[in-house]
């Protein structure tokens, strides 16, 4: 079974540019979410979905975040304009919603805003 | 508001000790708990998940216990390995089925 993808491993971009990360997320998961995770600190949830439906965007600052889920398969997430605090780590996770409620994680993208 | 600690921050121990690494939630109300692996620079394995109605799961040298009524879960590694050298990372659900997660504890284990 394949895992989430993610893409691009790496960015770096200068402030105030723009930039888009893509998931695919493991076949037939209904619920992905995207964490940021700052170096040194722990996963946070920016946004979840369920199938293409947003459960939790509590936590998006979304006068600059935005993401989208169409056809309730892939994702992506975008930031504009960038700031140099949105260096981070972004995590892709996926679940297939039951009981159960394991998440699986991609190996995120590694954004360095300059 | 849920709260997860995990202590400590970071861990080094010789090669072929046993360890434990901690973490302690303060809302008990969860499903479950996660414990996840993350080598620098890339993303989050799963190791272990334990219902709630579970006290512990097992997995080669990993042991996750549980413990909700006192809020805390251990993982517990045997006869460590250089290559067990990583963050290690546990979560717990939220109201709205998503995870969240302590800060973690960055383990070396020295050859």
């Known amino acids: 079974e394949a895992g989430v993808a993610q893409s691009p491993r790496y960015k770096i971009i200068e402030k105030r540019q723009s930039v888009a990360f893509w998931c695919n997320p493991i076949?037939?998961?209904?619920?992905l979410y995207w964490y940021q995770q700052i170096l040194g600190q722990g996963p946070k949830l920016l946004i979840q979905?369920?199938?293409?439906?947003?459960?939790?965007d509590s936590q998006l600052p979304k006068d600059r975040f935005s993401a989208e889920r169409l056809k309730g398969v892939d994702s992506t997430l975008k930031i504009q304009p960038a700031k140099l605090e949105d260096s981070a780590v972004y995590l892709c996770?996926?679940?297939?919603?039951?009981?159960?409620?394991?998440?699986?994680f991609g190996q995120g993208t590694r954004l360095t805003v300059v | 508001k849920q709260e997860v600690t995990q202590i400590p921050a970071a861990l080094s121990v010789p090669e072929g000790e046993n360890l434990v690494l901690n973490c302690s939630f303060t809302?008990?109300?969860?499903?479950?708990l996660q414990w996840f692996r993350q080598d620098p620079g890339k993303g989050l394995t799963s190791l272990l998940l334990?219902?709630?109605?579970?006290r512990e799961q097992t997995s080669g040298r990993l042991n996750a216990s549980l413990d909700k009524s006192s809020g805390r879960s251990t993982l517990y590694i045997a006869a460590s390995q250089p290559g067990d050298s990583a963050t290690y990372l546990c979560?717990?659900?939220?109201?709205?089925?998503?995870?969240?997660f302590g800060t973690g504890t960055r383990l070396t284990v020295i050859p």
């Open positions: 076949s037939g998961h209904a619920t």
């Open positions: 979560a717990v659900p939220t109201g709205a089925n998503n995870l969240f």
């Open positions: 996770a996926s679940s297939s919603g039951d009981t159960k409620l394991e998440a699986f």
């Open positions: 809302d008990s109300a969860i499903y479950n």
């Open positions: 334990i219902q709630s109605s579970q």
């Open positions: 979905f369920q199938n293409n439906g947003v459960v939790d």
